[in-house]
């Protein structure tokens, strides 16, 4: 197996918590300011999205287990007829990763233009979807778009609303001030990672869709991780084949745990290699992450360490293989999990509401071919 409880498995940590502005997720939400508005902002356009943390009802989910995932990639069109019809316009970010879209609404698509959208995500990276009407949709229903492409995945530790746990929600409600504090210890707010890569079956074709944006700011990064492999010398892809890493959910429990916070299923440790395979494309790309990936088997602390910061100042640092990609309403970005690291930016006009969703299916256990 390649998953251990808390219990189960004695635990070494290399670096410190879960770092960056995670640090500071909150448990709580001001009710009054989100549902009436305050004298600078007006209430949450998505009432029925505001986060709550108790449904499960006090009782903890079971461990999840493995099941068997169908890339829908693998059958799409590469010409995208069924996606890119007439009338959209699909204008590249970057030469190297992501794409802006507009003319074609997601909610529509049937499931051919799902399958496009699988292998269109794969190959830019990220795309964002401009004029949607993703976030007026039911919330159940958004699930069940969403669920095409893998088992919706139930965070353990954030707030989601009542009654649709899979929703994973990012929020920050009108005269907030948290960030302010945060970054008076804090030289920046760059937290490059990719979503909960210590389950043993982490996310593809994610989602994630505006509900309330600042005017300005709170941009999200993307890097293009099948490029940042791609830029290493073939003596160095060489010895990075065939090696493993930890990627551990336990700092982020007691990290939830020390704030007050929930943990609705025991953590868990997966072994994952340093490098995956995309089973769509076939490409490689790196797969580690600062904020989850513990740890090299069979390297010494030191030589872990070392090598691990090595790739993660590489992702961090060549921006010639990032994008920045910007909210607005009615924005939905979807972007590949497994081939990409991002980081949120802690940019805004302190006290904006910044409310987003993110919907977060399942995809099958990382191979490096």
Do not use: C
């Amino acid at each position: 197996m390649s998953t251990a409880t808390l219990n189960s498995q004695p635990q070494r940590t290399v670096g410190g918590g879960v770092g960056g502005y995670k640090d500071i997720s909150v448990q709580g939400i001001n009710h009054k300011n989100e549902l009436e508005g305050t004298d600078k902002y007006g209430p949450a356009s998505y009432p029925e999205y505001l986060p709550v943390w108790d449904n499960e009802k006090g009782e903890k989910y079971p461990a999840l287990t493995h099941f068997e995932h169908y890339e829908h990639g693998k059958d799409a069109d590469p010409t995208f007829p069924n996606l890119l019809k007439e009338g959209s316009v699909l204008e590249n970010i970057t030469s190297s990763i992501g794409a802006e879209v507009t003319g074609i609404q997601l909610s529509q698509l049937n499931d051919a233009g799902k399958d496009e959208l699988a292998l269109l995500v794969a190959q830019k990276k990220v795309v964002a979807f401009r004029n949607q009407d993703f976030a007026n949709l039911p919330i159940q229903k958004a699930l069940d778009f969403a669920a095409y492409f893998g088992r919706l995945h139930v965070h353990p530790a954030s707030g989601a609303p009542k009654d649709f746990p899979e929703v994973h929600l990012v929020h920050r409600g009108a005269e907030d001030t948290s960030f302010a504090s945060f970054l008076q210890e804090r030289t920046n707010s760059i937290a490059w990672h990719s979503d909960v890569t210590y389950e043993l079956q982490p996310p593809g074709t994610t989602f994630l869709y505006a509900l309330d944006v600042p005017t300005s700011g709170g941009d999200t990064l993307f890097a293009n991780q099948a490029k940042a492999y791609e830029r290493l010398s073939p003596a160095f892809q060489e010895r990075l084949a065939g090696l493993k890493a930890v990627h551990s959910g336990f700092e982020q429990a007691q990290s939830s745990y020390a704030r007050g916070g929930v943990y609705r299923r025991d953590p868990v440790q997966s072994i994952h290699p340093l490098v995956r395979t995309h089973p769509a494309t076939g490409e490689k790309a790196l797969f580690v992450n600062p904020q989850f990936t513990r740890y090299i088997i069979g390297f010494k602390k030191e030589e872990s360490d070392y090598l691990l910061k090595f790739l993660y100042d590489h992702i961090a640092l060549s921006q010639d293989i990032q994008a920045r990609v910007r909210w607005a309403p009615g924005t939905v970005v979807v972007w590949d999990n497994r081939v990409t690291a991002h980081s949120a930016l802690i940019d805004w006009e302190t006290g904006a509401r910044r409310h987003i969703a993110r919907i977060t299916p399942q995809a099958e256990q990382p191979y490096e071919t």
